[in-house]
């Protein structure tokens, strides 16, 4: 119980503490002590808010062979497909009418939208919706792109680092990704200005708790904006078609530790969450996370996206998502808002 006193009083722990502390999770003592002071930290600076963002998954192409994404580029049996422009359009169209002020433009690494293309679409989506955040979650690419998507009016932009231990990065990636390029992309947006995403699945394969301390500290250096942490799970057409799922209660402890750590940041519950526990987004709110992301994608494409397997909302107008997770935000104490929703300062 010390650890977690220690945490809570001073928001930081050492790398060496961070291995007891997690090495502790699994006392329930531990747990509810650390989700209480995560809801107590979430509620005096966000109150009964959870924020919405509209996601938009607008293309499944990616160059990259991540070994645990379904997506990835040597998964033969993937059926890619890519929004056009009006698709996309009209995605924000749609969620703009049910209320959304943040879009998500998530996807692959996808040659096809160059950096002018990409800027064309940030360009016009920010001049329709002047009052919307928009959001991008493309990967790696090189600074000056970062730049021109910045001055084409990208506000925010979601990254995971994945895992921050070099070992392990390796056993999820092959050799030509590399975790110090992941990093530099970090710091390179947030030095744009960017509100800069990081986070990383909880479980995946070979992940210890030492790696797990790893990525804690990483996220106190980076001091990122928001945090995306989900629990690995399988898809049967990559080479970790065998690996074991994360577990949800490790999950929910990690989104607790990492409130305590980073009281303002933007954490969603997410999909992958509510995969493994039909309650799973909800119990992830009453452990500290303060978003939700439903899918704006169109209905035609949603099942392509297929990072995962079972991944929930597939078969679901956007409407109905929205309508879906406003009822369950409700269902634990909260309310969902129209606002854009940037981190308090
Ligand atoms: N290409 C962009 C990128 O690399 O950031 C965005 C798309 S990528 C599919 C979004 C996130 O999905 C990744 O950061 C990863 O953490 C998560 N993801 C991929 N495969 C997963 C799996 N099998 N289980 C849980 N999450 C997964
Ligand atoms: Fe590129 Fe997963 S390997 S999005």
Request: net charge neutral; glycine share 8%; hydrophobic share 35%.
């Amino acid at each position: 119980m010390i650890l977690a006193d220690k945490l809570i009083r001073d928001h930081t722990l050492t790398r060496t503490e961070y291995i007891e502390l997690l090495d502790a999770g699994g006392d329930a003592g531990v747990r509810t002590k650390l989700r209480e002071e995560a809801v107590r930290l979430r509620k005096q600076y966000y109150g009964d808010k959870v924020f919405t963002r509209g996601l938009i998954e607008f293309t499944n192409y990616c160059k990259n062979n991540c070994y645990y994404c379904g997506i990835r580029c040597g998964n033969q049996k993937a059926r890619r497909y890519r929004l056009s422009r009006e698709e996309i359009l009209d995605c924000c169209e749609n969620g703009y009418g049910l209320g959304f002020r943040t879009f998500v433009l998530q996807g692959g690494e996808d040659s096809y939208f160059t950096d002018e293309r990409m800027a064309e679409i940030i360009r016009e989506i920010k001049a329709r919706y002047p009052d919307c955040a928009l959001t991008l979650s493309i990967g790696e690419r090189p600074c000056e792109s970062y730049r021109l998507f910045r001055e084409a009016g990208a506000d925010r932009y979601l990254l995971r680092h994945e895992t921050a231990d070099e070992a392990h990065y390796r056993k999820l990636h092959p050799e030509n990704l590399s975790l110090s390029s992941r990093k530099r992309c970090l710091y390179d947006l947030k030095a744009l200005g960017y509100q800069v995403g990081a986070g990383f699945m909880v479980g995946s394969p070979g992940q210890t708790n030492a790696a797990l301390a790893e990525d804690l500290c990483f996220l106190e250096e980076l001091h990122p904006a928001m945090v995306g942490v989900g629990p690995f799970i399988p898809h049967h057409d990559t080479p970790f078609a065998e690996a074991e799922a994360g577990s949800v209660e490790q999950t929910l402890f990690l989104l607790s530790v990492i409130r305590i750590l980073l009281p303002k940041a933007l954490i969603p519950a997410t999909t992958a969450l509510g995969t493994l526990d039909s309650q799973g987004r909800e119990k992830g709110l009453l452990a500290g996370a303060n978003v939700v992301m439903p899918n704006l994608s169109p209905l035609k494409n949603r099942k392509q996206y297929d990072l995962y397997d079972n991944k929930i909302c597939t078969g679901e107008e956007a409407a109905e998502c929205r309508d879906c997770l406003s009822r369950r935000v409700e269902s634990v104490g909260y309310c969902l808002s129209a606002e854009r929703g940037d981190a308090v300062l």
